[in-house]
């Protein structure tokens, strides 16, 4: 299944951009360097994952300034992940 979502704040950037569509994938397999929809701290979030481990995932946002995520909240149950971006590409280009 595939649904879309509007990117909100400047976490992502320069990858996503405030206001930008994405297109989401509900697939349920994750990598490490994939930038996912997530509930964190009761919100939903776009944000990439940096670490993974044992059902576990640590997500964080491109723009390290502007960014508040699993720095701040710690790890996630992968089973918080709802879906992968899979348009536009969202490939790390570091």
């Known amino acids: 299944m595939w649904y879309l979502r509007r990117v909100v704040g400047k976490s992502m950037e320069p990858t996503l951009k405030n206001g930008q569509t994405v297109l989401i994938s ?9 930038v996912v929809i997530a509930f964190m701290n009761g919100k ?15 997500l964080e946002g491109d723009n390290k ?30």
């Open 26 to 34: 509900s697939v349920r397999s994750f990598k490490k360097g994939d």
């Open 65 to 94: 300034l502007k960014s508040t995520d699993s720095k701040k909240h710690g790890w996630l149950v992968d089973n918080h992940v709802m879906g992968r971006v899979i348009w536009p590409s969202t490939r790390n280009k570091n």
């Open 44 to 58: 939903e979030v776009i944000k990439r994952i940096t670490k993974k481990q044992n059902g576990q995932v640590y």
